[in-house]
């Protein structure tokens, strides 16, 4: 019965470098839910540039290895990886026939990506051997050829070929792999053994990715297929699993940066979300994503023009008033977030902001709309992008997640205290410079962005909304990050708004 967490021994050589071997069979088996132990083939001194030293140590020791492991753990599958030389294949070869895993997946490591082989024949031939043990073999393509002692095939039609071949002189199953190729094209198929001895060929298309990080690609695959296989019992469901995550983990790859020759793939890029994130870390990814439409807030004419004092009164009235406008509904999923939140601390800074918003449009009213008067009918109609924004906020409220609607609400603030404080900032140094700012005509409105409430408010929503999407799961980390974007864009439409629509 397939496993849910299913318990994958890589039985290969070691990659201090961490892109191949064990290293990489490793990282794959966590990647596809297993739990991974490994033998050691052989050691290698190796990066990125290349193998410079190899050493196999006794056979004996392999042979301590493998009998620990299954006199004391079940092993649900078995990834086979390099075994450098006749005598640790026949040891191997004797443990499997005595152990009998569920799954075995044998990748024969033969040939160099460089073309070099890599078993001498006597080897070679123990390897041959040993595929008939195997569910599941993955050779590249010249290791196909060598396995079936032909040339490598230069097509895919021939490689496919080559593939039933192999797969009839063993039984096994074999996964003829397209990377070798040329071409934009990247195809897999598995060739399957049916009960009648029959063969059935399923082919998986995918594009090639251009990177040169492929080191250990190979080792990769072959161990997410014997987790993926002993999760599932479907080794075409299996492939079309593991060909999505390796493509990921190809485009991936530069991220990591890890040396300067063929890099290794990014294995864990599907799960990049649930890492653990420290205080402060996941509101700074959120604020990082949107520098480029922050600066473009900064540039605006609205911006600059109530900086210098020279903005038209009437479009100071128009923001005033779709402010006004915009509290009103900014307070509804103020209220909303303080239903979701999951602490009474957060229930109750998101209830009392709710109320400082009708505060704020009631004075708005009173004061400033009163010395500022919009143009008839513009205090009571609201514009395309307040309305586009409350919808947004209004949408992300009824969707239920306390983490997504923190996350959408907290530009307001964020954006409008950063925006105020370099206002504000600006603002006071003419004031300190030419002794008054009797003659700025918004100098009294620039003045309450100074508002330490407000500046404590910000810090408290910031904090909130990191601490929900530390605690969030992948998707909704992604989803926060989403609404976040889309709140950013509003606000910078907001600020925009005066000069288009007034």
């Not at 294949?89 to 990748?107: C, F, K, N, S, T």
């Not at 797969?167 to 996964?175: D, E, G, K, N």
């Not at 990247?186 to 009648?196: I, M, Q, T, Y």
């Not at 479907?234 to 300067?260: I, N, P």
Request: aromatic share 6%; glycine share 8%.
């Amino acid at each position: 019965m397939p496993r849910k967490i299913p318990r994958v021994l890589s039985i290969a050589g070691s990659d201090p470098s961490g892109g191949a071997g064990i290293q990489a069979d490793l990282k794959s088996i966590a990647a596809m839910g297993g739990y991974g132990m490994a033998a050691i083939t052989a050691l290698t001194a190796q990066n990125t540039r290349g193998v410079t030293a190899v050493h196999t140590p006794p056979v004996d020791f392999l042979r301590a290895q493998l009998d620990a492991i299954s006199s004391d753990i079940a092993v649900d599958a078995v990834k086979i990886g390099m075994l450098a030389d006749a005598e640790v294949i026949g040891a191997v070869g004797e443990w499997l026939a005595r152990v009998r895993p569920a799954v075995v997946v044998l990748d024969p490591v033969m040939v160099a990506t460089s073309g070099d082989r890599l078993l001498a024949d006597d080897a070679a031939d123990a390897l041959r051997g040993l595929l008939t043990v195997a569910d599941l073999v993955t050779p590249n393509l010249p290791e196909l050829g060598v396995l079936l002692d032909e040339p490598t095939a230069e097509s895919w039609a021939e490689a496919l070929v080559q593939g039933e071949r192999l797969s009839a002189r063993t039984a096994a199953a074999v996964l003829v792999k397209g990377g070798h190729l040329a071409g934009a094209e990247c195809p897999d198929a598995l060739v399957l053994r049916e009960g009648d001895g029959a063969t059935r060929v399923v082919e998986v298309p995918g594009e090639r990715v251009d990177t040169r990080n492929t080191h250990g690609t190979g080792c990769s695959l072959s161990s997410a297929m014997a987790t993926m296989q002993a999760r599932t019992g479907d080794w075409e469901a299996s492939l079309r699993v593991v060909k999505e995550w390796l493509r990921g983990a190809l485009v991936a790859s530069g991220e990591l940066e890890v040396g300067g020759g063929h890099g290794p793939v990014h294995h864990f890029h599907h799960v990049e979300g649930s890492v653990p994130l420290a205080e402060g870390e996941f509101a700074a990814r959120m604020w990082d994503s949107t520098a480029k439409v922050r600066a473009e807030i900064d540039g605006l004419p609205f911006v600059a023009q109530l900086d210098a004092g020279s903005l038209p009164e009437r479009q100071f009235a128009y923001y005033l008033a779709q402010d006004a406008q915009y509290l009103n509904g900014f307070s509804r999923a103020l209220a909303r977030a303080s239903a979701l939140a999951p602490t009474e601390e957060e229930q109750t800074f998101w209830a009392n902001s709710a109320q400082v918003c009708l505060v704020v449009e009631a004075e708005l009213h009173r004061t400033w709309l009163s010395q500022h008067a919009p143009a008839p009918g513009q205090a009571a109609r609201q514009g395309p992008v307040t309305k586009a924004y409350l919808d947004h906020l209004l949408a992300t409220s009824a969707q239920g997640s306390y983490a997504v609607l923190a996350a959408a609400v907290l530009p307001c603030y964020w954006i409008y205290a950063v925006v105020g404080d370099e206002l504000h900032r600006r603002h006071a140094a003419r004031v300190a410079s030419e002794g008054g700012a009797a003659e700025h005509p918004y100098g009294a409105w620039i003045e309450t962005y100074a508002d330490e409430a407000f500046a404590e408010s910000t810090r408290r929503a910031i904090r909130y909304a990191d601490r929900a999407g530390r605690h969030a799961s992948p998707s909704e980390r992604e989803a926060m990050m989403v609404a976040f974007e889309q709140s950013t864009v509003y606000e910078r439409d907001f600020f925009d708004a005066p000069s288009k629509h007034a």
